[in-house]
């Protein structure tokens, strides 16, 4: 190739690949600037063929940029590689072949290091400087290597022996270790071991004095017991743990405690011996503390009572003061907790919260407090038993949730009762409120004593089968002949049934009797599907047996009656009782709505038989009808609209 008549400058181009060889790319550039020139002298570039050129360009691979591209007249072809990011190399492929790229090296483009020079076998490497790395000499059998903290490290040769007042975890809980006091460290020269010899921990963990999963009732109690023993809290691993007798407590504010309810599982034996399976003789200020694992037992699977396995009270707590539970599970018990008061002094003080609770005769027995007593999210229902032959005992009469003695200051929350039985029993003085609970299955609230004031808010009643006893429904509050009224009210509760089968109390579904005061405010009353014979809401001023001058007060108030049922009641909604010698009955019913149901004749909304100071007003009692005395000088009867 010629450009014009001047030969072509030298050296001749390398015969390298153009893409490979960057020498290459700058020869080309000179000749092309060379051809360029003589265009610009000629004004035309000779291929020896036909033609003319009239514009050269240059394309390079992308590591380059090029720049003056296309010389169409006169100029330069400049070839300049492109900018990369930081520690990259320009190398082939991590794998195979391909065309070389700017990549980030990987270790396979290393070759292994085997030996670092200067080094010997057992030596170790260190930083000696600034910029420098030394060697230590190698050290000899047993030896661990000691630093000062500015100088080499060198080897030394331990001694047997021990160090006292060390303190590892401190004020952690992990896996039941905290605050652990190493009194004997000691190390072995001639098995190079490390061992505690001595020392002390603030938890017991009961796998450490012998418990384990696989290990009799008998061995696991007697550990469990001496990790009580020591005063220490009282740590129960993840496992379930057969057990055969009483564990006894004794020491005030001691912490027994799991890996929650699901985890840690004490299971008694057939046989199980004591009083209970733990048993609280902590009579002082504060009572144990138990959190966060299971006690449960063995029963066959039966719906025979009599064929049960007998065990004890699981805790037995009577006599106890300010003991707390929290996320704690006691199922298939004859009783589960019994906080009673005993020869050895009252109780009180105590806080039940999450605890879920079955049992086949009482959940929890309590009596004889001085003190508040709070039950917070304790859940009775059948844990453990749904699905099986045991589900038929636990709906019989004969079960009761809280059995309720004397208490001055109650306080139950958040709490859910389903069972055959009374869900709250109370038969002596009570002072307490009852909030956003729900009392379902069968009877719900039974109060018989005197001297009670008891206030029951936001809660739920139903039940939508048929009731193991007639003598159970929602309420039954009785208070027999003494100088002091008993009060319970009612504000802002639903009360409702689901089925026609329920076979309602001999009272109805809510029974008011004796020296009572009872109020009902902003409640809703549903009997849709109730049978047609029962009443709803019974008030009697029978105080007992030959007992006299005793009035029963029922207050209805803002509440509201329905029933979406087509069947044609023929008792009321409301019924008092006629007075008897010198028992009365005076009701209050002010601001109510009867509605109807939707098919069927509604029948009676109130029936007053009693001239005693009652007062039934402004109320809506639609197509229902109101009965009373032809004769009432002592009651006031207003319009009420029809």
């Given at each position: ?12 181009l ?122 230590t ?28 007042g ?15 006091s ?22 017991a963990?009961?796998t ?20 009580i ?35 840690s ?16 003789t902590i ?5 144990p ?8 037992c ?19 707590f ?31 003080g ?7 609770i ?20 304790v ?12 589900e038929?005992?636990w ?19 958040e709490c ?7 869900q ?44 193991p ?17 008993s ?43 109730q ?92 197509t ?15 319009p009420?609209a029809?």
């Amino acid at each position: 190739m010629s450009i014009g008549n001047a030969p072509p400058p030298s050296p001749v181009l390398p015969l390298a690949p153009l893409e490979y060889d960057v020498q290459y790319v700058n020869n080309l550039v000179r000749l092309l600037t060379y051809y360029i020139q003589q265009q610009d002298n000629q004004n035309q570039i000779s291929t020896g063929g036909t033609g003319t050129v009239t514009s050269v360009g240059l394309t390079l691979p992308s590591i380059f940029s090029v720049a003056g591209s296309p010389v169409t007249g006169s100029g330069t072809l400049a070839g300049t590689l492109v900018s990369e990011g930081a520690h990259t190399v320009f190398a082939g492929p991590t794998t195979g072949t391909a065309t070389p790229s700017f990549r980030s090296l990987v270790a396979s483009d290393l070759p292994a290091v085997t030996n670092i020079a200067g080094g010997s076998s057992g030596v170790v490497l260190y930083q000696s400087g600034a910029g420098t790395t030394s060697f230590t000499s190698a050290g000899t059998t047993g030896q661990v290597l000691q630093s000062n903290g500015t100088s080499a490290p060198t080897w030394v040769t331990p001694t047997s022996g021990s160090t006292t007042g060390q303190t590892i975890l401190a004020g952690n809980n992990i896996g039941g270790f905290q605050n652990v006091s190493l009194s004997g460290l000691a190390y072995d020269t001639g098995t190079h071991v490390l061992s505690v010899t001595g020392g002390s921990s603030s938890i017991a963990n009961i796998t450490d004095y012998g418990a384990s999963t696989s290990a009799s009732g008998a061995t696991n109690t007697a550990a469990i017991q001496s990790a009580i023993n020591t005063g220490k809290s009282v740590y129960i691993p993840k496992g379930s743990y057969p057990i055969s007798s009483q564990i006894t407590l004794s020491n005030a504010g001691q912490l027994i405690y799991g890996d929650g309810p699901t985890q840690s599982i004490l299971v008694a034996q057939p046989g199980f011996s004591g009083t209970g399976v733990f048993v609280s003789t902590i009579y002082s200020d504060f009572g144990p503390v138990l959190k966060a694992f299971k006690i449960t037992c063995v029963q066959p699977n039966t719906s025979n009572r009599a064929s049960l396995n007998t065990y004890p009270t699981a805790l037995y707590f009577r006599a106890n003061k300010r003991f707390y539970i929290n996320e704690l599970s006691i199922t298939l018990f004859q009783y589960g907790i019994d906080m009673s008061s005993s020869s050895a002094g009252s109780t009180g003080g105590s806080f039940i919260d999450k605890l879920e609770i079955s049992c086949f005769t009482t959940g929890i027995i309590m009596g004889g407090s001085l003190d508040t007593e709070r039950f917070f999210q304790v859940h009775y229902w059948p844990f453990d038993m749904v699905g099986t032959n045991l589900e038929t005992i636990w709906y019989e009469a004969a079960n009761i949730g809280f059995s309720i003695g004397r208490i001055d200051d109650l306080i139950i929350d958040e709490c859910l009762f389903i069972n055959g039985g009374w869900q709250v029993y109370i038969t002596d003085a009570v002072f307490g409120t009852i909030t956003n609970c729900a009392f379902d299955a069968y009877g719900s609230l039974y109060l018989s004593a005197a001297q009670c004031n008891l206030s029951v808010s936001n809660c739920y009643f139903t039940y939508g089968n048929s009731l193991p006893a007639s003598n159970l429904c929602f309420v039954y509050l009785y208070a027999p002949y003494e100088t002091l009224y008993s009060s319970v009210s009612f504000n802002n509760c639903n009360f409702g049934q689901s089925t026609s089968t329920v076979v309602l109390g001999q009272y109805g579904n809510i029974a008011v009797r004796g020296r009572i005061k009872a109020s009902f405010t902003g409640c809703n009353f549903n009997r849709s599907g109730q049978a047609s014979s029962n009443k709803f809401i019974y008030l009697s001023g029978y105080g007992g047996p030959n007992q006299f001058n005793t009035t029963a007060y029922l207050t209805l108030n803002s509440c509201y009656f329905f029933s979406d049922s087509g069947v044609a009641f023929t008792n009321p909604w409301v019924y008092t009782e006629p007075a008897t010698g010198s028992n009365y009955t005076t009701l209050v019913c002010t601001g109510n709505i009867f509605t109807p149901p939707a098919n069927g004749s509604p029948g009676v909304a109130v029936s007053l038989n009693s001239d005693f100071g009652s007062v039934v007003a402004n109320n809506s009692f639609n197509t229902y009808t109101f009965t009373y005395p032809t004769s009432h000088p002592r009651s006031v009867i207003s319009p009420n609209a029809s």
